[in-house]
């Protein structure tokens, strides 16, 4: 269908303008619509391939120009563009013509169909105003003749029963000449009478006959002045369509024949462009086979360092497992030290009460030192001969309860600190758990990123065209290189953060522990 079109509207932008405008005269209305609708598709065909060669244009443009022939092809580009663009602007002109000469086709047409309009509607009214006076005259014809008749019946009764009773009288009284002159006379008046009726009735006829008939005339003047502007209207309006298609299809073929000039010279350089690009398309794909063999190449690589990755993760589970397990063992070790200090505290505690009880004894009966004495023996606390006096006892035994409560003291700081230790291990065990979990969802999520980053490479790189293959493929290489350096840049980070945040949190814990267990153990010295 529009290889049709097209060649229809080729054959009449071949011919001259003379002939065409010959052609235009000859052909009727519905045709002309018709050679308008075909001009309209041969143009929006043009408009197609215009399209069609400004995105081959566009395509040029976007390949890479490796060879010396970059500059012959850009001049050509320019060249092309520069002629692309005046096509454009003459398009435009064009269509802008054509909407002004429709606008004004519909308006005309829109004025003229509102004037035919009025013109049937003035020549129903006329039309109307006339029936209605024919009806009306009809009308008082018939009432007129209908009255005629009735008093031309009313007389000819009158006449009848006149004669029968002269008939009557002529029979009765044939000797009353004078009567019978009377009524002679009588009937020669009313004779008179019914005769200037009828008369009079005729004229009245003839008066509305021909009043009827000026009305028709004057109808039929008033219904032929109108058809005449009808047809007056008509006939300009048909003018000015025939004018204005005639222009609107010379404009048509002027522009198809500049648009086939351009057309031809355009796939001239078309063909000179694709011929070009064919040899460069050629030098292009064995650079892309290349590349995608180096690509290959990356591609094991970075696998195998994504494989190593995960062992390298997997080795830092396992030894952050281990840590975390050492660290239990020495949190349990440590509680169980702080039981047994506990303990111990308890007992010398008990000890303690005992020996103030013991003291408070003493000094209320003498008798018992001998008791106490053993008793010191027995703690170790005191070694004094039981021989002495009951002053140095006494004094003794103060200064060692002073002693024993400033370590009762002493023991229970350390018994709180040593909970507070606890505590403070505890957290800090928690909270590096959190942020090994947390930098774990990290590193497999980046290891996520990169297969995806793989998968998605090899999908552009079945997709993409030939003339972009080079720069994505040297942009995914680049992007994908710059990925494993962080991933394992960040590997190594957190393994350093973690393996000295634990050292740390070790080393700190066991000098803590080895502190509090000098001073418990120098403490009861």
């Given at each position: 269908m529009e290889d049709s079109v097209g060649g229809e509207s080729e054959s009449v932008a071949q011919s001259p303008a003379g002939a065409v405008k010959s052609k235009l005269d000859t052909l009727s209305k519905d045709d002309l619509i018709k050679f308008a609708k075909k001009q309209i598709a041969g143009m929006q065909k043009m408009k197609s391939r215009c399209a069609d060669l400004e995105k081959e244009i566009e395509v040029l443009k976007q390949q890479p120009k490796s060879n010396s022939s970059g500059s012959d092809d850009s001049t050509l580009l320019k060249e092309l563009t520069e002629r692309m663009d005046a096509l454009l602007l003459d398009k435009a002109e064009l269509q802008q013509s054509l909407v002004l000469s429709r606008k004004d086709l519909e308006n005309n047409k829109q004025k003229s169909k509102e004037e035919l309009a009025m013109l049937h509607q003035e020549l129903d009214n006329v039309k109307e105003d006339n029936q209605s006076k024919i009806k009306t005259l009809e009308s008082s014809i018939e009432k007129s003749s209908s009255k005629h008749q009735e008093e031309i019946a009313f007389f000819q009764k009158l006449l009848k029963e006149r004669e029968e009773i002269d008939k009557q009288r002529e029979s009765e009284r044939e000797g009353e000449c004078l009567a019978e002159q009377k009524a002679k006379d009588k009937l020669a008046a009313l004779q008179q009478e019914l005769d200037q009726v009828v008369q009079n009735h005729h004229c009245k006829i003839e008066m509305l006959e021909n009043s009827i008939k000026e009305l028709n005339s004057k109808h039929h003047e008033e219904v032929a002045f109108f058809q005449n502007l009808v047809k007056e209207k008509e006939e300009i309006h048909?003018?000015?369509?025939?004018?204005?298609?005639?222009?609107h299809a010379a404009e048509l073929a002027s522009?198809?024949?500049?648009?086939?000039?351009?057309?031809?010279?355009?796939?001239?350089?078309?063909?000179?462009?694709r011929t070009q690009l064919e040899a460069t398309?050629?030098?292009?794909?064995?650079?892309?086979?290349?590349?995608q063999e180096e690509h290959q190449k990356n591609l094991t690589e970075a696998q195998q360092e994504v494989e190593n990755l995960k062992e390298e993760l997997a080795q830092m589970n396992m030894q952050h497992e281990e840590e975390m397990r050492a660290l239990e063992e020495d949190c349990e070790v440590e509680?169980?030290?702080?039981?047994?200090?506990?303990?111990?505290?308890?007992e010398q505690l008990a000890l303690k009460d005992s020996y103030l009880q013991d003291v408070k004894e003493e000094d209320e009966d003498p008798a018992l030192g001998s008791g106490i004495a053993?008793?010191?023996?027995?703690?170790?606390?005191?070694?004094?001969?039981?021989?002495?006096?009951?002053?140095?006892d006494?004094?003794?035994?103060?200064?060692?309860?002073?002693?024993?409560?400033?370590?009762?003291?002493?023991?229970?700081?350390?018994?709180?600190?040593?909970?507070?230790?606890?505590?403070?291990l505890e957290a800090e065990l928690e909270r590096t758990k959190e942020e090994f979990q947390v930098e774990r969802e990290e590193l497999e999520f980046k290891i996520n990123e990169l297969h995806m980053a793989r998968e998605s490479l090899s999908n552009d790189r079945a997709?993409?065209?030939?003339?972009?293959?080079?720069?994505?493929?040297?942009?995914?290489?680049?992007?994908?290189?710059?990925?494993?350096?962080?991933?394992?840049?960040e590997c190594c980070e957190p393994r350093l953060l973690l393996g000295d945040g634990h050292h740390l949190t070790l080393e700190e814990a066991g000098a803590r522990c080895e502190e509090l267990t000098r001073e418990r153990d120098l403490g009861p010295g």
């Amino acid at each position: 269908m529009e290889d049709s079109v097209g060649g229809e509207s080729e054959s009449v932008a071949q011919s001259p303008a003379g002939a065409v405008k010959s052609k235009l005269d000859t052909l009727s209305k519905d045709d002309l619509i018709k050679f308008a609708k075909k001009q309209i598709a041969g143009m929006q065909k043009m408009k197609s391939r215009c399209a069609d060669l400004e995105k081959e244009i566009e395509v040029l443009k976007q390949q890479p120009k490796s060879n010396s022939s970059g500059s012959d092809d850009s001049t050509l580009l320019k060249e092309l563009t520069e002629r692309m663009d005046a096509l454009l602007l003459d398009k435009a002109e064009l269509q802008q013509s054509l909407v002004l000469s429709r606008k004004d086709l519909e308006n005309n047409k829109q004025k003229s169909k509102e004037e035919l309009a009025m013109l049937h509607q003035e020549l129903d009214n006329v039309k109307e105003d006339n029936q209605s006076k024919i009806k009306t005259l009809e009308s008082s014809i018939e009432k007129s003749s209908s009255k005629h008749q009735e008093e031309i019946a009313f007389f000819q009764k009158l006449l009848k029963e006149r004669e029968e009773i002269d008939k009557q009288r002529e029979s009765e009284r044939e000797g009353e000449c004078l009567a019978e002159q009377k009524a002679k006379d009588k009937l020669a008046a009313l004779q008179q009478e019914l005769d200037q009726v009828v008369q009079n009735h005729h004229c009245k006829i003839e008066m509305l006959e021909n009043s009827i008939k000026e009305l028709n005339s004057k109808h039929h003047e008033e219904v032929a002045f109108f058809q005449n502007l009808v047809k007056e209207k008509e006939e300009i309006h048909q003018q000015r369509e025939s004018e204005r298609e005639r222009e609107h299809a010379a404009e048509l073929a002027s522009a198809k024949e500049i648009t086939e000039t351009l057309r031809r010279s355009l796939e001239a350089q078309l063909g000179t462009l694709r011929t070009q690009l064919e040899a460069t398309q050629e030098q292009k794909t064995q650079e892309i086979v290349e590349l995608q063999e180096e690509h290959q190449k990356n591609l094991t690589e970075a696998q195998q360092e994504v494989e190593n990755l995960k062992e390298e993760l997997a080795q830092m589970n396992m030894q952050h497992e281990e840590e975390m397990r050492a660290l239990e063992e020495d949190c349990e070790v440590e509680r169980e030290r702080l039981m047994s200090i506990q303990d111990q505290l308890t007992e010398q505690l008990a000890l303690k009460d005992s020996y103030l009880q013991d003291v408070k004894e003493e000094d209320e009966d003498p008798a018992l030192g001998s008791g106490i004495a053993k008793m010191l023996e027995l703690s170790g606390l005191s070694q004094v001969d039981s021989s002495n006096c009951d002053g140095e006892d006494t004094g003794r035994s103060r200064a060692a309860l002073e002693e024993l409560q400033a370590q009762n003291t002493m023991l229970k700081d350390e018994l709180t600190l040593l909970s507070n230790v606890k505590d403070e291990l505890e957290a800090e065990l928690e909270r590096t758990k959190e942020e090994f979990q947390v930098e774990r969802e990290e590193l497999e999520f980046k290891i996520n990123e990169l297969h995806m980053a793989r998968e998605s490479l090899s999908n552009d790189r079945a997709t993409t065209t030939e003339s972009e293959g080079q720069g994505e493929v040297q942009q995914h290489s680049e992007t994908h290189k710059d990925q494993e350096d962080k991933l394992q840049n960040e590997c190594c980070e957190p393994r350093l953060l973690l393996g000295d945040g634990h050292h740390l949190t070790l080393e700190e814990a066991g000098a803590r522990c080895e502190e509090l267990t000098r001073e418990r153990d120098l403490g009861p010295g």
